[in-house]
Nanobody, 127 residues
Framework: QVHLVESGGGSVQAGGSLRLSCAAS?????????MGWFRQAPGKEREQIAA????????FYADSVKGRFTISQDNAQNTVYLQMNNLKAEDSAMYYC???????????????????WGQGTQVTVSS
């Protein structure tokens, strides 16, 4: 069974940075071609904030994080990263990574198209 494990979360002051990692327990390149980062704050819906199409590094960012967050991948390590800079209090949430299949239509894939999910890592930003 495939596992995605996030790490790198923690507490930071506003303006600070964190780098999240998401490692797959095995090579999932045959069944997935897109990695996404989602977040969910208490009382709010889960939102997709970044995604990367592993075939050509095409990326997506939600408006709320554009210019501050960067998604990248290391295929050799089956790992995807989320570099988060200039963090704000409103970035506080549980962050999840997911792996799915981009079928060439709408990018990024919809939530239901992500097959594998991690357990999440907490990010807390104090103002």
């Amino acid at each position: 069974q495939v596992h995605l494990v996030e790490s790198g979360g923690g507490s930071v002051q506003a303006g600070g940075s964190l780098r999240l990692s998401c490692a797959a327990s095995e090579d999932i390149s045959r069944t997935t071609n897109c990695m996404g980062w989602f977040r969910q704050a208490p009382g709010k819906e889960r939102e997709q904030i970044a995604a990367i199409y592993t075939a050509n590094d095409r990326s997506f960012y939600a408006d709320s994080v554009k210019g501050r967050f960067t998604i990248s991948q290391d295929n050799a390590q089956n790992t995807v990263y989320l570099q988060m800079n200039n963090l704000k209090a409103e970035d506080s949430a549980m962050y999840y990574c997911a792996a799915g299949m981009y079928d060439g239509s709408w990018f990024p894939p919809q939530t239901y198209q992500y097959r594998y999910w991690g357990q999440g890592t907490q990010v807390t930003v104090s103002s």
